[in-house]
């Protein structure tokens, strides 16, 4: 069975504290792993997708990296907009379900203080 | 990527009660998507909306719990029927294709009394 989960479960960093949250998955062929950010009470923002292991993408102080079992989503010189919570989800290979194509973890909840 | 806008934001129902959430996109797609987000818990697929054919249900949820329709590529609506405190839950809608990422709308925040 596809799973997703990600560590820690909670995050608070001090302005400026750089530091990674990690996202580790087992799935019968990985087709795409996904970080989505979600403020309380919103839907999530997507972010970024990583296809293949070595891959790596930015976006302003966020760099997601990818190998063969994990992802993980650093985070530099944060500042407390950044609080959020971060969520991976992984997309597999086509199943009978759309459902078990595409599987979310619990997320990272990330506070920021200044 | 598209914007998806959802109606209700937020709704207080009394259990027993029914709750049509609508999910509108501003480009034509495929396939849409209703999920469910449970307090402090991430999120699980209930059913996949293709224009056209009848909604597909994950394993646990059922049609007459929550009734979908799509009547065409720009809009969707979940009926959350017979409502209970454990309904309480935000109610996402989502556009994507199996080989594309999958962008959320802001979702409708459900409290059931």
């Known amino acids: 069975e596809d799973q997703v989960t990600q560590s820690p479960e909670a995050l608070r960093l001090q302005e400026g504290e750089s530091s990674s949250l990690n996202c580790s998955y087992t799935?019968?062929?990985?087709?795409?792993l996904f970080w989505y950010r979600q403020d309380p009470g919103k839907g999530p923002e997507f972010l970024f997708t990583?296809?293949?292991a070595g891959e790596e993408k930015e976006k302003e102080r966020l760099k997601a990296t990818l190998t063969k079992k994990e992802s993980f989503l650093h985070i530099t010189a944060p500042k407390p907009e950044d609080s959020a919570t971060y969520l991976c989800?992984?997309?597999?290979?086509?199943?009978?379900?759309?459902?078990?194509?595409?599987?979310f973890g619990p997320g990272t909840r990330l506070s920021v203080l200044p | 990527s598209a914007v998806i806008s959802q109606k209700p934001s937020r709704d207080i129902c009394q259990r027993g009660t029914s709750l049509t959430i609508q999910c509108q996109v501003d480009?034509?797609?495929?396939?849409m998507f209703w999920y469910r987000q449970q307090p402090g818990q991430s999120l699980t697929l209930i059913a996949t909306?293709?224009?056209?054919?009848?909604?597909?249900?994950e394993s646990g949820f059922v049609i007459d719990k929550f009734p979908i329709s799509r009547p065409n590529l720009t809009f969707s609506t979940l009926t959350v029927s017979n409502m209970s405190p454990e309904d309480s839950s935000i109610y996402l809608c989502?556009?994507?294709?199996?080989?594309?990422?999958?962008?959320f709308g802001p979702g409708t925040r459900l409290l059931v009394l």
């Open positions: 989502s556009v994507g294709g199996r080989q594309e990422t999958q962008y």
């Open positions: 480009s034509q797609v495929t396939m």
């Open positions: 989800a992984v997309q597999a290979r086509e199943k009978d379900s759309y459902g078990q194509n595409f599987v």
């Open positions: 909306a293709n224009q056209g054919s009848e909604a597909t249900y």
């Open positions: 990583l296809y293949s």
């Open positions: 799935v019968s062929g990985l087709r795409g």
